[in-house]
């Protein structure tokens, strides 16, 4: 085991190769280069395969093969190739393909700019794609969290048979920490994949990857099938931080990047005499909804604290149910708040003012 | 300024270039050493050469170091921002000065960082130029000699130019501790002797610069610019960030 510095979206890498990853997919795009440079060295050296593709669209399908093979598979990008790969993650959530997406977000709509944000949340937590499908969402805040949370990430969508996407931004991705890293990278896992395209050896049927289903009658049990999946995800599959919600009467909500800058707050707050606390989501889908419930019981108000509209504050708000005000405070374009003014806004909430959304 | 640092400087040539591994400490290094200079009373610009990496760069502190008298060359305006491999024409000026100027250059990361060098070789003759790799033994790839070795050969190959000597940075951000950079300066040095360079000088965080007890080469304590938008004293304008 040794300490070593490394950037976000190298951990990312070597995360994944850790995890028994040998696989990867993709097209280069801002601000997630890096990632990308770090596996085409890396995966050769464990006898692995990095492909830089023609395309976002080439690129996961060809994860939508290597995961229909039976292969520990993933492919990154930034919001406007996520966006173009959508049929690709629909296709693989309709086949169910275990595979690990990474959204290294930036500022949008459109071509936006190369800036952090977190503006994809919707699109992540909701399907983004066509058709009736999840994706488990994961937010790391740390380099840390994202070497560990590679290999949870493999492991739920082996697991679920699901697509997991990493969602973090270019803070995330370009900030360097101290991580632990095995100086040995561990044999690839062998995760038994009985519905694996991956040769009949001596099996009496053929498995077929596919997510057609011409019969309404096939489609609607597939779509019921999973949705009992998906249910059971959100039962099992809730992850979160709290930080200081004892006695907490301001409870901030945030994730990723911004998570880092509201725990920062929360120090704040509280040596100045204000009660605040914090919630992190570390699953953005399962959200923590019940959690969130069982807080907002014990607290005078939320405030929700991203970078971008107001996405996320709709899961709270839903989660809230109107029993306490929720606030939210945004910074969009690629603009990162800073603790000073989210600081200034739970004291203008705490003082009784404040914009609810 | 200590003694150390003076002769650092001694017999520099008028450009220095800082290349090293994404995340080495280029741009922290540079800004530093071109501050120094400038405290030693020269007249310093600092010249931008990170055309792959829009995170974290010399331009990112441009005001902050103009207010202390440094001039910062990079892209203009929108430009600034682009995802886009684009230069100042102000470079060429820095590069074909004649006069007691000294340009101080940040390039981005690895060879892929380098690859700009190559278009102003014919201003980078030897003896004129400093090309210093940097050198962090905590980063990925650059944790042992054959990892540096490889490390310098492909700037070198990339660059079209030759690197002049190593600069000792073992760090492990806000986690570096004495024994941290004794390690890690213990493998640079060792490795500088196999290829027959200088190590010229060591960078540590200010703090830490009194208590590391390294004599071998010159110290340059570092006072860190870059900040993450939840540390305290940062700059409240999202700097480094674009």
Same mark, same amino acid.
Request: proline fraction near 5%; aromatic fraction near 8%.
């Given at each position: 085991?040794?300490?070593?510095?490394?950037?976000?979206?190298?951990?990312? =890498?070597?995360?994944?190769?850790?995890?028994?990853?040998?696989?990867? /997919?993709?097209?280069?795009?801002?601000?997630?280069?890096?990632?990308?440079?770090?596996?085409?060295?890396?995966?050769?050296?464990?006898?692995?395969?990095?492909?830089?593709?023609?395309?976002?669209?080439?690129?996961?399908?060809?994860?939508?093969? #290597?995961?229909?093979?039976?292969?520990?598979?993933?492919?990154?990008?930034?919001?406007?190739?996520?966006?173009?790969?959508?049929?690709?993650?629909?296709?693989?959530?309709?086949?169910?393909?275990?595979?690990?997406?990474?959204?290294?977000?930036?500022?949008?709509?459109?071509?936006?700019?190369? #800036?952090?944000?977190?503006?994809?949340? /919707?699109?992540?937590?909701?399907?983004?794609?066509?058709?009736?499908?999840?994706?488990?969402?994961?937010?790391?805040?740390? !380099?840390?969290?994202?070497?560990?949370?590679?290999?949870?990430? /493999?492991?739920?969508?082996?697991?679920?048979?699901?697509?997991?996407?990493?969602?973090?931004?270019?803070?995330?991705?370009?900030?360097?920490?101290?991580?632990?890293?095995?100086?040995? #990278?561990?044999?690839?896992? !062998?995760?038994?994949?009985?519905?694996?395209?991956?040769?009949?050896?001596?099996?009496?049927?053929?498995?077929?990857?596919?997510?057609?289903?011409?019969?309404?009658?096939?489609?609607?049990?597939?779509? $019921?099938?999973?949705?009992?999946?998906?249910?059971?995800?959100? #039962? $099992?599959?809730?992850?979160?931080?709290?930080? $200081?919600?004892?006695?907490?009467? !301001?409870?901030?909500?945030?994730?990723?990047?911004?998570?880092?800058?509201?725990?920062?707050?929360?120090?704040?707050?509280?040596?100045?005499?204000?009660?605040?606390?914090?919630?992190?989501?570390?699953?953005?889908?399962?959200?923590?909804?019940? /959690?969130?419930?069982?807080?907002?019981?014990?607290?005078?108000?939320?405030?929700?604290?991203?970078?971008?509209?107001?996405?996320?504050?709709?899961?709270?708000?839903?989660?809230?149910?109107?029993?306490?005000?929720?606030?939210?405070?945004?910074?969009?374009?690629?603009?990162?708040?800073?603790?000073?003014?989210?600081?200034?806004?739970?004291?203008?909430?705490? $003082? =009784? %003012? %404040?914009?609810?959304? | 300024?200590? *003694?150390?640092?003076?002769?650092?400087?001694?017999?520099?040539? +008028?450009?220095?270039?800082?290349?090293?591994?994404?995340?080495?400490?280029?741009?922290?290094?540079?800004?530093?050493?071109?501050?120094?200079?400038?405290?030693?009373?020269?007249?310093?610009?600092?010249?931008?050469?990170? &055309? &792959?990496?829009?995170?974290? +760069?010399?331009?990112?502190?441009?005001?902050?170091?103009?207010?202390?008298?440094?001039?910062?060359?990079?892209?203009?305006? *929108?430009?600034?921002?682009?995802?886009?491999?684009?230069?100042?024409?102000?470079?060429?000026?820095?590069?074909?000065?004649?006069?007691?100027?000294?340009?101080?250059?940040?390039?981005?990361?690895?060879?892929?960082?380098?690859?700009?060098?190559?278009?102003?070789? *014919?201003?980078?003759?030897?003896?004129?130029?400093?090309?210093?790799?940097?050198?962090?033994?905590?980063?990925?790839?650059?944790?042992?000699?054959?990892? &540096?070795?490889?490390?310098?050969?492909? &700037?070198? *190959?990339?660059?079209?130019?030759?690197?002049?000597?190593?600069?000792?940075?073992?760090?492990?951000?806000?986690?570096?501790?004495?024994?941290?950079?004794?390690?890690?300066?213990?493998?640079?040095?060792?490795?500088?002797?196999?290829?027959?360079?200088?190590?010229?000088?060591?960078?540590?965080?200010?703090?830490?610069?009194?208590?590391?007890?390294?004599?071998?080469?010159?110290?340059?304590?570092?006072?860190?610019?870059?900040?993450?938008?939840?540390?305290?004293?940062?700059?409240?304008?999202?700097?480094?960030?674009?």
């Amino acid at each position: 085991m040794s300490r070593v510095l490394m950037k976000g979206n190298e951990a990312i =890498g070597e995360g994944a190769v850790q995890a028994g990853c040998r696989y990867f /997919f993709g097209y280069p795009i801002t601000p997630q280069s890096e990632l990308t440079h770090y596996l085409a060295k890396r995966l050769p050296e464990v006898g692995g395969l990095y492909m830089q593709a023609e395309s976002e669209v080439a690129s996961i399908n060809m994860v939508y093969g #290597a995961a229909g093979a039976g292969a520990r598979v993933m492919t990154s990008s930034s919001g406007p190739g996520i966006s173009l790969m959508q049929e690709g993650i629909s296709y693989l959530a309709g086949a169910e393909l275990p595979c690990v997406i990474v959204n290294m977000m930036r500022g949008g709509p459109g071509l936006g700019n190369i #800036a952090p944000s977190q503006s994809d949340y /919707f699109q992540a937590t909701r399907g983004g794609g066509h058709g009736d499908y999840r994706t488990i969402t994961l937010a790391p805040n740390s !380099v840390q969290e994202i070497i560990d949370m590679m290999k949870k990430a /493999f492991d739920l969508a082996d697991k679920y048979r699901n697509p997991v996407i990493l969602m973090a931004d270019g803070v995330m991705g370009q900030m360097m920490e101290p991580v632990d890293l095995d100086d040995e #990278a561990p044999a690839p896992e !062998v995760v038994s994949k009985t519905w694996a395209a991956d040769g009949m050896k001596g099996r009496g049927h053929k498995n077929i990857i596919n997510s057609l289903y011409v019969v309404p009658e096939e489609l609607e049990r597939h779509n $019921r099938e999973l949705g009992r999946k998906y249910a059971e995800i959100e #039962a $099992r599959e809730v992850m979160l931080e709290e930080y $200081r919600l004892d006695g907490a009467e !301001v409870a901030l909500v945030a994730f990723g990047t911004t998570s880092r800058v509201c725990r920062a707050v929360v120090e704040r707050a509280r040596s100045r005499g204000i009660p605040a606390g914090l919630i992190r989501p570390i699953a953005l889908w399962p959200f923590p909804y019940d /959690f969130i419930a069982a807080v907002a019981a014990g607290v005078k108000c939320f405030l929700v604290v991203e970078m971008n509209m107001g996405q996320m504050v709709e899961d709270v708000q839903m989660a809230v149910k109107g029993l306490v005000p929720v606030h939210f405070y945004g910074r969009c374009g690629g603009m990162v708040p800073a603790a000073g003014d989210v600081l200034k806004e739970v004291e203008t909430i705490w $003082r =009784g %003012g %404040g914009e609810q959304k | 300024m200590s *003694k150390v640092i003076e002769v650092m400087f001694k017999n520099l040539s +008028r450009i220095t270039i800082f290349s090293g591994g994404f995340g080495s400490g280029k741009t922290e290094l540079t800004i530093n050493f071109a501050l120094a200079l400038h405290e030693q009373g020269k007249k310093v610009r600092v010249v931008d050469l990170d &055309i &792959i990496n829009p995170y974290f +760069r010399t331009r990112a502190v441009r005001e902050r170091l103009l207010n202390r008298g440094v001039e910062v060359i990079s892209p203009e305006g *929108k430009l600034a921002g682009a995802d886009v491999p684009a230069l100042n024409p102000a470079v060429w000026s820095v590069l074909q000065e004649h006069s007691a100027e000294y340009g101080v250059f940040d390039a981005g990361g690895g060879d892929i960082g380098s690859i700009i060098l190559g278009r102003f070789k *014919k201003y980078l003759l030897p003896g004129g130029y400093n090309l210093f790799l940097v050198v962090n033994t905590c980063r990925p790839y650059t944790r042992d000699p054959a990892g &540096i070795i490889s490390m310098l050969q492909s &700037i070198e *190959k990339a660059a079209g130019v030759k690197v002049t000597g190593l600069v000792s940075n073992p760090n492990l951000g806000l986690e570096t501790t004495v024994e941290t950079i004794r390690n890690g300066h213990r493998v640079i040095v060792e490795t500088a002797a196999r290829l027959g360079l200088p190590v010229v000088f060591l960078g540590v965080r200010e703090e830490l610069a009194g208590d590391v007890g390294i004599v071998d080469v010159p110290v340059l304590p570092l006072k860190l610019f870059m900040r993450m938008p939840w540390h305290d004293n940062h700059n409240e304008k999202t700097e480094g960030l674009h």
